[in-house]
């Protein structure tokens, strides 16, 4: 079963717009981590949030946690047509240990 | 990218065969998954190492194997394909378990016929 389950399954927006990115999990967590993958790629790690963070940003990237809600937003602000990929959210347990994956939400940037 | 590759990266089969892919690393990390992906099933685990020799099973490891004989090296082990276990698989790797980012290979398309 997944843990985290992203909403839109997928987000067309224009170059240069912010696309907002929601995830939602079940049980309490360690960590929650998302992730990229570009079409027939690897995913590749974007940003690691602990549960005692409420906000994170890397570049363009933005992630914000609420555990009272259970829910995580990632935001890419300025996205630029080399965005288009497919984001997925993954919750890591309280003790730890193995990591859980969204279905994911695909997005596209278009120019 | 990090020094993850994986063998074969296509490979087609038949039902009832045995299948090995496999997974090299070069950064020496403990920690070593299989995962695979399906449409509208996002990454589930199938199976994972956290140590030479020490294995132990993820979400969905029936029909699955696994050994990690040295570091660098993972194997996954289909005893007899079947139709349901075509998919993409893909091989990660950690310095730590949930809290720890994670590093994926490229992937192995197989399909069973």
């Known amino acids: 079963s997944q843990q985290g389950e992203e909403d839109p399954q997928a987000l067309s927006i224009q170059e240069g717009e912010n696309a907002t990115m929601n995830c939602s999990y079940k049980t309490s967590i360690n960590n929650l981590q998302w992730y990229r993958q570009n079409s027939g790629r690897g995913l590749v790690h974007l940003i690691l949030i602990r549960s005692n963070e409420r906000e994170k940003h890397s570049g363009r990237l933005r992630v914000t946690l609420d555990t009272s809600k259970k829910s995580s937003s990632l935001l890419i602000t300025a996205s630029r047509a080399a965005d288009t990929a497919s984001y997925f959210c993954?919750?890591?347990?309280?003790?730890?240990?193995?990591?859980?994956f969204g279905g994911g939400t695909r997005l596209m940037v278009k120019p | 990218d990090a020094g993850i590759t994986q063998s074969p990266r296509h490979k087609v089969t038949e039902t009832g065969t045995p299948v090995t892919l496999r997974c090299h690393q070069t950064e020496n990390h403990r920690y070593m998954y299989w995962y695979r992906q399906d449409p509208g099933h996002g990454l589930r685990l199938i199976h994972y190492s956290y140590g030479v020799k020490d294995t132990d099973k993820g979400e969905v490891s029936d029909g699955y194997s696994v050994s990690r004989s040295k570091t660098e090296d993972f194997l996954l082990t289909l005893e007899s394909a079947t139709s349901s276990q075509t998919s993409v698989y893909f091989c990660a790797i950690s310095g730590g378990q949930g809290a720890y980012e994670q590093y994926f290979g490229p992937g192995t398309r197989l399909t069973v016929t």
């Open positions: 993954a919750t890591a347990g309280e003790a730890g240990n193995m990591l859980t």
